[in-house]
C-alpha cells in the first residue's frame, strides 16, 4: 500500500515520533494516512537517530510530537526528524506540537532570565521546519516568535460540547483558578453563557507564616463550578481552588483542561481535591503513578486531523472555530 496520498499533485506525509505513537496514530487512521516507517534509535550515550525508510521528496510532511516528559528528549527526536526531512528534499515541514513545549517560559520575569518559548521557535525553524501546529498555547503570542504560520488550535470546542452534554449549564459557574486564566474563563463563559467567577489568592498579613488564603469574587453558592486552565501540572492551584469553591458553597465541582501534563504529586491532590470530575484532552499520554478518579480523557485527534487536511489543501483552519477564512 502506497504510504502517501496523493491530492491536486502533492502528497501527504504523515510522521510520528515516539513520544506518544498512539495520538499519531489516531490522527492517521481519521485521515486514512499512513505513518511513514521510521527507523528511530536512542544510543548508549543518549544520542538520537532517525531514519526515514522511504522517500520524502516533494512530500507536504507533517511531525507529530507530543512533548511528555523527558521533554527535551522528544524535543531533540522531533528537531532531528525535521532536518532529516529537510536533507531529504520534502517539500513543506509542519511540525505538530500538540503540547508547545517551555511555553510557560514566554517571557522575562527577573533579570538575566531566557525567553525559552522563543528558543524552541528558532530551533524549529533552524531545522527546517515552515508552519507550527500546536493546541492551546500558554500564551498567545507564542504564535509570534516563530517566523513563519502558526496554527494555533483551540480544545476549547471539544471540552464544551462534552460539558454541555452532560451537565446543566443554567446552574453553572465558570471559576478561573487564579488571575492569570480570566481571559480563558470569560471564553468558556461566551461558549456555556454562564457567570464567571475568580479565585483571587493572597497572602494573610495576619499569620506569621503568610499563609494563602483564597477569595472567591463572584456567586458559586448551590452552583456547579466548572474550574477551567489550559493545564494541569502538579495539581496544586487546582486542587486548592476546588477545595475553596466547596467551602463557599459550591454544589459539585468540576475541571477541564486541554493538557494533562499530571506531574509529581497531581494524581494524588487530584483524588483528594473533592471534585467530581476532571476532563482533560489526549494531547499528552497520562502516565500517573496512581489512576486518578473521575478522569474523563477527550480525543484531540479529529481536531488535529481536520487542521491537517485545511492545511494540505490551503483551506483556513480558522474555519473549523466558526471563525474567517
Not at 153 to 169: A, F, H, Q, R
Not at 206 to 216: D, S, Y
Not at 307 to 312: E, G, L, P, S, T
Amino acid at each position: 500500500m502506497s504510504q502517501q496520498i496523493a491530492k491536486n499533485n502533492k502528497h501527504l506525509m504523515l510522521f510520528s515520533g515516539r513520544a506518544y505513537p498512539e495520538l499519531a496514530q489516531e490522527v492517521a487512521t481519521l485521515m486514512g494516512v499512513p505513518i511513514v516507517p521510521t527507523r528511530a534509535l536512542t544510543y548508549a550515550n543518549s544520542e538520537i537517530y532517525v531514519r526515514f525508510e522511504e522517500s520524502v521528496r516533494g512530500c507536504d510532511a507533517f511531525v507529530i510530537q507530543s512533548h511528555t516528559a523527558p521533554v527535551n528528549e522528544w524535543l531533540m527526536e522531533q528537531l532531528i526528524m525535521v532536518d532529516a526531512l529537510k536533507r531529504a528534499s520534502a517539500k513543506r515541514i509542519t511540525v505538530i506540537a500538540p503540547f508547545y513545549p517551555y511555553a510557560r517560559q514566554d517571557k522575562k520575569h527577573l533579570g538575566r532570565e531566557p525567553i525559552s518559548a522563543r528558543l524552541i521557535a528558532d530551533m524549529y525553524k533552524a531545522a527546517g521546519a515552515h508552519r507550527i501546529m500546536s493546541v492551546d498555547l500558554h500564551a498567545s503570542q507564542i504564535q509570534g516568535f516563530f517566523d513563519g504560520p502558526v496554527d494555533h488550535l483551540w480544545g476549547l470546542p471539544v471540552l464544551s460540547e462534552y460539558v454541555k452534554e452532560k451537565y446543566d449549564t443554567s446552574e453553572m459557574a465558570i471559576v478561573s483558578p487564579d488571575a492569570g486564566r480570566v481571559r480563558l474563563a470569560d471564553l468558556w463563559t461566551d461558549y456555556l453563557g454562564c457567570s464567571l467567577a475568580i479565585i483571587h489568592k493572597r497572602r494573610d498579613p495576619n499569620t506569621a507564616n503568610q499563609v494563602a488564603v483564597h477569595e472567591v469574587v463572584g456567586d458559586v453558592e448551590g452552583k456547579t463550578c466548572l474550574l477551567v486552565d489550559d493545564m494541569i501540572d502538579t495539581a496544586g492551584t487546582i486542587a486548592q481552588a476546588a477545595q475553596a469553591l466547596l467551602e463557599r458553597g459550591a454544589k459539585r465541582v468540576i475541571a477541564a483542561a486541554t493538557h494533562p501534563v499530571f506531574s509529581g504529586p497531581a494524581a494524588q491532590r487530584l483524588n483528594a481535591s473533592g471534585m467530581e470530575e476532571i476532563i482533560v484532552t489526549n494531547t499528552l499520554p497520562i502516565r500517573t503513578p496512581e489512576p486518578i478518579n473521575n478522569l474523563t480523557v477527550l480525543s484531540i485527534a479529529p481536531l488535529i486531523a481536520k487542521a491537517i487536511d485545511a492545511v494540505f489543501l490551503d483551506g483556513s483552519v480558522t474555519s473549523l472555530f466558526g471563525g474567517q477564512a
